[in-house]
């Protein structure tokens, strides 16, 4: 299986919080991060979180992580139609990026 | 925009074609790296660039043979590829890479279509 996993698909309503899961495998991981693609556009770097940190909030975006089960979370409040889009979690292994396989996001109206 | 441009955006070949995918950055980064991302596999890392010079190459066939002239521009050159090669094609920059804070910036891509 992939080393960095995440769920292939979420699907929530307009207004409802989103929560992407993933996990990852390397606990020396110095950052670890969120990316978003929408279609037929390149990965946009949405957030990170340093590995000594527990969680982290940006506006609508919260990082939760959880070292001693490699588990990273991203919630997404008062989800909107553009929100909709392929969101990647990537851990910095080795001074390298290892991508998961993304989770696609659907927001119904 | 991220600060990292890709042309073409959309490219279709033929197996015995030759194209160049060309990638710039405009953030003053040191690093510069290649993915090819297909639609059943995750994001695979083909070439990494540091200071102009290749540091990785992921086992990636011959057919692409990437360029780095300088620390803003990368080029991936491709000659007779096959049908299997069609995916989008991303580049990344990155201030340094080596280092544990380092954080890497994508381009839009360039979808190709190997006929």
């Known amino acids: 299986g992939e080393d960095v996993e995440q769920s292939l698909f979420l699907s929530v309503r307009e207004g409802d919080s989103s929560v992407i899961n993933c996990t990852y495998t390397?606990?020396?991981?110095?950052?670890l991060y969120w990316y978003k693609q929408e279609p037929g556009a390149g990965l946009q770097l949405l957030t990170y979180?340093?590995?000594?940190?527990d969680m982290k909030q940006d506006q609508r975006l919260t990082v939760l992580l959880n070292k001693k089960d490699k588990h990273l979370s991203l919630r997404i409040a008062d989800t909107q139609t553009g929100d909709s889009a392929i969101y990647f979690c990537?851990?910095?292994?080795?001074?390298?990026?290892?991508f998961g396989g993304g989770t696609r996001l659907m927001v119904k109206p | 925009e991220t600060g990292v441009t890709q042309t073409p955006r959309h490219l279709v070949m033929g197996m015995t074609n030759k194209k160049s995918l060309k990638c710039e950055q405009h953030?003053?980064?040191?690093?510069m790296y290649w993915y090819k991302q297909s639609a059943k596999k995750p994001l695979e890392l083909m070439f990494v660039?540091?200071?102009?010079?290749?540091?990785e190459n992921n086992s990636v066939p011959s057919r692409f043979s990437p360029e780095c002239p300088n620390s803003s521009h990368l080029f991936l050159h491709l000659h007779t590829l096959q049908p299997e090669d069609s995916a989008l094609y991303l580049c990344?920059?990155?201030?340094?890479?080596?280092?544990?804070?380092?954080?890497?910036?994508f381009g839009p891509g360039t979808r190709l279509t190997v006929l």
């Open positions: 990344a920059s990155s201030q340094v890479m080596g280092e544990s804070t380092d954080t890497q910036y």
């Open positions: 390397d606990s020396s991981s110095t950052y």
């Open positions: 979180i340093f590995s000594n940190m």
């Open positions: 990537a851990e910095n292994r080795g001074n390298m990026l290892t």
């Open positions: 953030l003053g980064h040191n690093a």
């Open positions: 660039y540091n200071f102009k010079e290749q540091t």
